[in-house]
């Protein structure tokens, strides 16, 4: 796993590729996007409506079909910028645990 996520290296013959699509949106049935929570609209907007972020509400997702199952804390070694955490016991995003956070930090 660590040696596809640090080459990059996609197959579509093998992995699952969606979008492009957007990162929000504010019409769920109409348009689905990666975020869900009106919460994630609203920020995404708003920091993308900023001057000069030059951030576009666009994203593809590779899921790759492998064996090993994906775990985030495997890569966070990988991260070399400075990096925000934010461990929240009450986070609304999909999937989002405090204790895979506190490992990945950790």
Same mark, same amino acid.
């Given at each position: 796993?660590?040696?596809? %996520? &640090? ?51 666009? %994203?593809?997702?590779? &899921?790759?079909?492998?064996? %090993? ?32 956070? &506190?490992?990945?930090?950790?």
């Amino acid at each position: 796993m660590q040696q596809m %996520v &640090r080459s990059g290296a996609i197959d579509p013959a093998k992995d699952e590729i969606v979008g492009p699509m957007p990162v929000v949106w504010d019409d769920q049935d109409r348009r689905p996007s990666v975020l869900k929570p009106v919460t994630a609209f609203r920020w995404f907007i708003a920091y993308g409506n900023r001057p000069d972020t030059h951030w576009t509400n666009e %994203v593809t997702l590779v &899921r790759p079909k492998r064996p %090993v199952q994906w775990y985030p804390g495997l890569c966070a070694t990988d991260v070399s910028c400075p990096t925000m955490f934010v461990v929240s016991p009450e986070d609304e995003m999909p999937r989002a645990t405090p204790a895979v956070a &506190r490992d990945a930090y950790e």
